[in-house]
């Protein structure tokens, strides 16, 4: 693309000038460092590297994870919640992904006009993100889009999930609190991944409390209150948590008991220390995840890709075992490398 020379300076920002207006809550130069983040490309990646150390490292944001099953109403919840958020003067920061198609790639990325009102509000930030097949229900750098949230000085950061399963759980190696959204008699469509989900939640909210459906959302809310109960009791939760709870995000009704319980929580976290050391556990959990992309990354070499292919076709073939190949692509893979 040909940039015409009055542009050309816009798009040469070094990654410090960058990070300047990032901290300036600039939400072009916040979108434009997402998209740099979430580059693949090995020059974007270092680039990054210098923008996200370039941001000021003493803001912090409330980091809100939220998954739920597909339809419970999680577009409708964060659009309610975070309006009230920012009607109480505080910046809330919105990152949502959408689930990548494992045949094409592509994703919809629907969420901005699912939350029309939260997109056209001055104090809301709302970035679509494509989870390109990762698991774990987050794009591969949320976690990255996040840091540049804080750097922006928002307040909250909501993470939002592709959806609910046993995968979902690794959006609690990036967020504060994380909440479980369910919907009334929802619970047998939970049973397979119970364990994992629920044992990472710190607020399970019944939503769509209202009209027929509340008085089933009520016993819904006390069976899970009851299985809470058996749960083993986690060292960073004071007493009383984790705790279910019911709400109306389309009436707008317990959203503030919502966020006076998240408060509260993360509150008591801070004051017992276990706030600094969940974010440092999680700093060592994203160090040894690069450690094992960047390994992965190394197979998509060329030289690598031949003597990998030519490994599987002897294995294949019965002509090799498959442990004594691997074992021997293994040992091979550094002289590959250089």
């Known amino acids: 693309m040909d940039i015409p020379p009055a542009h050309r300076k816009r798009y ?186 629920m044992e990472m939640a710190d607020l399970i909210v019944v939503n769509k409390a209202d009209g027929a459906l509340k008085s089933t959302a009520t016993r819904t809310c006390a069976d899970y209150a009851g299985a809470l109960r058996l749960l083993r009791k986690r060292e960073q939760d004071p007493d009383g948590y984790p705790k279910a709870m019911m709400v109306s995000a389309a009436e707008e009704q317990g959203l503030d008991a919502v966020w006076a319980a998240l408060s509260e929580l993360s509150d008591w976290r801070r004051a017992q220390g276990f706030w600094d050391k969940t974010r440092a556990d999680q700093a060592r959990y994203w160090f040894h995840e690069d450690i094992k992309q960047r390994l992965l990354a190394q197979l998509e070499a060329p030289q690598v890709k031949a003597e990998l292919k030519g490994l599987s076709d002897a294995v294949a073939q019965g002509d090799k075992d498959p442990s004594a190949a691997a074992q021997a692509f293994v040992t091979k893979l550094s002289s590959l490398t250089k």
């Not at 809550?25 to 990646?45: F, N, P, Q, W, Y």
């Not at 590297?49 to 803001?59: F, G, I, K, T």
């Not at 659009?79 to 494992?102: H, I, N």
């Open 12 to 197: 040469a920002m070094s990654e410090q000038d960058l990070a300047k207006r990032i901290a300036a809550k600039d939400r072009r130069a916040l979108a434009r460092g997402i998209t740099l983040v979430e580059s693949g490309r090995a020059d974007h990646r270092a680039q990054a590297a210098a923008l996200l150390a370039a941001l000021p490292q003493d803001r912090q944001a409330l980091r809100i994870g939220l998954s739920g099953t597909p339809g419970v109403g999680k577009s409708t919840f964060i659009e309610s919640f975070g309006m009230m958020l920012t009607g109480m003067g505080l910046r809330v920061a919105v990152l949502a992904v959408d689930p990548s198609s494992s045949r094409s790639g592509g994703s919809i990325l629907g969420d901005k006009t699912r939350m029309d009102r939260l997109s056209r509000d001055p104090n809301a930030f709302i970035r679509p993100s494509p989870s390109q097949t990762h698991l774990g229900g987050v794009a591969r750098r949320t976690r990255e889009a996040v840091r540049l949230c804080e750097g922006a000085g928002f307040d909250v950061v909501l993470i939002e999930t592709v959806g609910v399963g046993q995968s979902e759980t690794v959006v609690a190696q990036m967020s504060d609190v994380f909440l479980l959204l369910l919907a009334p008699a929802g619970g047998d469509e939970l049973q397979g991944v119970k364990r994992g989900i």
